[in-house]
């Protein structure tokens, strides 16, 4: 091993590296909102609406788990715009992103939902709240307490996943990389370097779930 | 130069596939290796052992693969001395990747098994290897099918991500005909159906030995 590591010309990249760093930060954010939106209605959908629905969201369950998320990516971003549709990187990033995430979001929640007992939404019926009351205070909340762990390790793993939308040059953390890679030319060291950033980030998310968990079901 | 895009570049792509397979392959034998010292050590009734296996699939599964697979790309050649191919940095990067996964699976499953089990064996004399072998392993690997099964879809998806370091399998040949047709939309459809060929039959496999376990019980 004669290589010397030179981690300097990368310190001089920090500004840099933080505007990365916040892009994938607003990208995984955005995503998680809006992947938890569709699942939530993916989920009552699938579970509670007429036959048609389940089997179109069963479909979209199953041709999005069983692709992988770089070909979505280039279907939304190269594809569409032989449809008239133009989208820029980071737009169509987020779309396919929260597409993909809304998909997974819609099984685990779906577990969730099949694991409410149907005495006690019929309780909670007798009890007079309303349709929505119901939903939201005696199915959605305790499904997503039951199936919390499972869905914010799915968040973690898409905010690792996010680096995937570098390849269509959104410009997040990995694209930072792979653009100080071009200036400096130290390829192991800005991999290296980055890849403990998302270390760092991804304990970072794992620790506000952790938070965010005992905020919102701790007292109970 | 622009040509159409013709049936022969399907016939293209279906060859590719085989790259992806092949990949998915040589990943699942690797990984499933280190996987098993990784479920081993996680199990271990040694705490550092057990610190160490928490410690790795805590590494790998923090890091995004594009990363894992850029640092084996541009690491290994530090390391070797030599220039590697794509072909040896994903295999490496894909296998350690793979371990973590399945190492963590495994366990599960290994921790499935009632402790009684564990104790019954150590009543009839049997050491900690003797007690995983004879008692454990043999119940475990049935809970253990499943999961794994629905982690080589996992696999299988993943290698797409090989394309970026310049491996050519089915997505970095979708990259390619898209650059001589420039048909995407086409392209990536048939790209895409050809992987779904590929997952749904083995998530369908997945569900149908879950279901069966769950009757067995």
């Keep these: 091993m004669k290589y010397t590591f030179n981690f300097r010309d990368i310190w001089a990249q920090t500004d840099f590296i933080l505007e990365g760093i916040g892009v994938t930060l607003l990208l995984s954010s955005a995503t998680m909102v809006a992947g938890l939106a569709i699942g939530i209605l993916g989920a009552a959908a699938r579970v509670y609406g007429p036959g048609w629905l389940r089997g179109l969201v069963a479909g979209y369950v199953e041709v999005i788990r069983n692709t992988p998320l770089i070909v979505q990516l280039f279907l939304v971003f190269f594809g569409l715009p032989s449809a008239g549709i133009r989208l820029d990187a980071l737009t169509a990033s987020l779309i396919a992103l929260a597409i993909n995430l809304g998909a997974y979001a819609i099984e685990i929640l779906r577990a969730g939902l099949e694991a409410i007992p149907r005495t006690q939404i019929e309780a909670g019926h007798c009890l007079g709240l309303s349709g929505p009351q119901v939903f939201r205070h005696v199915v959605l909340f305790p499904a997503i307490r039951t199936i919390y762990p499972a869905l914010t390790s799915q968040f973690v793993l898409l905010m690792l996943a996010t680096s995937v939308v570098s390849q269509i040059s959104a410009p997040d953390l990995f694209h930072v990389a792979s653009i100080i890679q071009s200036r400096t030319f130290r390829d192991f060291e800005i991999y290296a370097v980055v890849s403990v950033i998302y270390l760092a980030l991804a304990l970072a998310f794992k620790l506000g779930f952790a938070l965010l968990h005992r905020l919102a079901f701790g007292r109970r | ?217």
């Design chain 2, 1 to 217: 130069m622009i040509r159409e895009f013709a049936l022969i570049d399907v016939y293209y792509l279906l060859l590719a596939a085989r790259w992806t397979l092949a990949l998915t392959a040589l990943a699942f034998v690797g990984g499933g290796l280190l996987g098993l010292v990784v479920a081993l050590l996680r199990v271990s009734p040694f705490a550092p052992l057990r610190a160490i296996g928490a410690g790795y699939v805590n590494l790998v599964q923090g890091i995004p693969l594009l990363g894992w697979l850029f640092v084996f790309f541009f690491g290994l050649p530090i390391v070797a001395g030599v220039q590697v191919s794509a072909w040896i940095a994903a295999t490496v990067a894909f296998s350690f990747y793979a371990a973590a996964f399945l190492g963590e699976i495994w366990r599960g499953c290994l921790q499935a098994i009632p402790r009684q089990q564990w104790e019954a064996g150590a009543s009839l004399g049997l050491g900690f290897g003797e007690q995983l072998r004879h008692v454990i392993v043999p119940q475990a690997v049935r809970v253990a099918i499943p999961p794994t099964v629905g982690f080589l879809v996992q696999l299988i998806k993943n290698t797409s991500l090989g394309a970026v370091i310049g491996f050519v399998e089915l997505t970095r040949e979708g990259q390619l005909t898209n650059a001589a047709t420039y048909r995407p939309f086409t392209v990536y459809i048939v790209v895409a159906v050809i992987y779904f060929a590929m997952c749904f039959p083995l998530t369908q496999l997945s569900r149908r030995l879950e279901r069966r376990l769950r009757v067995a019980r």
